[in-house]
């Protein structure tokens, strides 16, 4: 168990404020508790192609930091077109001999066996993917591994029965898919992606983001151990220029991209008047929506969650929050108490609530962002909570006083950055959070079951929570409108986009 220790110059009397503020962290601090499994990490990692760890053809490799302490990790692979070509021919080879001619139960059997084996190993690969990717270990031991293991025991279960999958019609599988996925989650947008296609008898072509490729190529150890037949999962690390020789290749009968907007368009054209099939999930901007009625110390808790969950790096990250008028100054205020609260730093230990932002790239971005926010008149907001001195770390922050017209309430920003807005009518909440180019998700917090009905009809978003914020489940399909994307990952639905009617 952790202890608490009283921290030395930090009196309330001292500093002015009435004793009976108690804020934690601030009068007491924790001790350290790190996670200290061995996440067995190799100092190089190579491609997975074919079911064996080969060397890029070029010979060349780049580096993974760990963004928590800007160290060395190991040596990642980079694969140029040769290996995606290598990749691709291994992929068709399974398709065409092994995996599209085998039974569905047959392939749920290594399918449930690739969610055991993700369990077996579940601390290891949670201590990986934080100390690459820099989410504090919480997360990823709560809700990254599991859902990953989670994703793929779905999927299993599908594998024979899908002739339910669209009643009344047969389905096939489409062939070979390219997949293209970014740093945010790395291993669960792995499973997100492989586990439907696999499932419905597609074999695969997938590539990590370059900050985050570990947990992608630790996965092919995973494979071995399950015995999968080689070719059926292939992963190539590398840039964008090794995802757009994914994206673009001929065998590829379906694409799927999760990233940014700008890169989705970017791939639609370079594809546009092929045949391939494709499935993008990109940018989001939701609004967090708290009406008069809410449970405000809930819907606190639900704007903590929506926003600084993985740092802000979530697409559907509740980004705007728009408060009724009669509220808004009660949850600001709240909102500021709670987030004094929050455990900014070592994304290894225990009780850290925000860990390192992935690269010093997104760092910038957010910063960039943020210098913007402020010059364009918002109201900002930080605690005054002490960072790490190495490592890319940003405070969670709050603008207030925002209006839709600010920068800072229509761009991405990808960071654990708030934007406050008020409303006061439903119509007026509607027509605010329909007021952007992005249509992935939306929150809506009120005691009014009617209201909950009425605002998920009207809100143009792919997911509306209600009384709750960023709930997953591989159930549940998951994806977007407008600049958002197209298709949907999870549920039945999910699967319909793996897969043709015959
Ligand atoms: P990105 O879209 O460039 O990267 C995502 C993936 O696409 C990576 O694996 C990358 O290697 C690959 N990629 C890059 N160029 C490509 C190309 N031409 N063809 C095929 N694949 C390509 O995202 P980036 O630059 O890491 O982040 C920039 C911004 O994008 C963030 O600040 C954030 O706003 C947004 N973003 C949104 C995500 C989401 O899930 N909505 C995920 C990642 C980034
Ligand atoms: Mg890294």
């Known amino acids: 168990m952790p202890t608490l220790t009283r921290k030395k110059q930090s009196n309330p009397r001292a500093s002015g404020r009435p004793a009976a503020e108690l804020i934690f962290g601030d009068l ?13 990490l190799k100092a190089r990692y190579d ?22 302490n800007e160290k060395k990790i190991a040596e990642i692979a980079y694969a140029q077109a040769a290996d995606v070509d290598a990749a691709y021919a291994a992929a068709k080879k399974a398709y065409d001999t092994v995996w599209g001619k085998m039974p569905g139960k047959e392939r749920a059997k290594y399918i449930y066996r690739i969610a055991r084996l993700l369990q077996d190993r579940a601390r290891e690969f949670a201590v990986a993917e934080t100390i690459d990717g820099g989410k504090p270990i919480k997360e990823s031991r709560d809700f990254d ?3 990953a293991a989670a994703h793929f025991f779905y999927h299993a279960g599908w594998a024979d029965k899908l002739d339910y999958v669209a009643p009344g019609r047969k389905v096939a599988p489409l062939g070979v898919v390219g997949q293209v996925i970014p740093w945010n989650f790395p291993l669960l947008m792995l499973a997100w992606k492989i586990a439907p296609a696999i499932a419905m008898g597609n074999c695969v072509v997938i590539k990590p983001a370059e900050t985050t490729s570990i947990t992608a190529l630790k996965l092919g150890e995973i494979f071995q151990a399950a015995g999968l037949p080689p070719g059926v999962v292939n992963i190539v690390s590398g840039f964008g220029d090794t995802g757009a020789a994914i994206m673009t290749h001929p065998t590829a009968a379906k694409v799927a991209f999760t990233g940014s907007t700008e890169v989705g368009k970017i791939i639609m054209r370079s594809i546009a008047g092929t045949e391939k099939k494709m499935t993008m999930e990109l940018g989001g901007k939701a609004a967090n929506i708290v009406f008069d009625d809410a449970p405000i110390d809930q819907a606190v808790e639900g704007i903590v969650n929506g926003i600084f969950f993985n740092q802000g790096h979530v697409c559907c990250a509740g980004s705007r929050l728009l408060v009724h008028e009669p509220v808004a100054e009660a949850v600001l205020t709240k909102l500021k108490t709670r987030i004094k609260m929050l455990r900014i730093g070592d994304p290894l230990d225990k009780n850290t609530d925000i860990g390192a932002i992935n690269s010093k790239e997104q760092l910038k971005t957010i910063q960039r962002l943020v210098a913007i926010g402020v010059k364009e008149g918002a109201t900002m907001f930080q605690p005054k909570c002490d960072l790490p001195a190495k490592g890319y770390y940003f405070r969670p922050t709050v603008f207030s006083d925002v209006t839709m017209s600010h920068q800072i309430a229509r761009e991405e ?17 509607v027509e605010k959070a329909n007021n952007t180019a992005y249509g992935l998700s939306a929150g809506v917090w009120t005691d009014k079951g009617s209201r909950i009905l009425k605002m998920s009809t009207e809100l143009k978003a792919g997911v509306v929570w209600a009384n709750t914020y960023n709930k997953f489940d591989p159930t549940s399909p998951f994806g977007g409108y407008k600049e958002s ?4 990952e999870g549920g039945r639905q999910g699967l319909l986009d793996y897969c043709k009617l015959v």
Request: glycine letters at 6%.
């Open 28 to 40: 007491w601090e924790f001790d350290p508790a790190p996670e200290t499994a061995d996440p067995k």
């Open 47 to 68: 491609l997975f192609i074919n079911n064996k760890f080969v060397p890029p053809k070029s010979g060349k490799y780049f580096d993974s930091i760990n963004p928590a």
């Open 145 to 147: 591994v599991p859902m």
């Open 413 to 429: 920003i990808f960071g654990p950055v708030l934007s406050v807005l008020t409303f006061r009518t439903l119509d007026e909440a």
């Open 485 to 488: 994307g197209f298709g949907r």
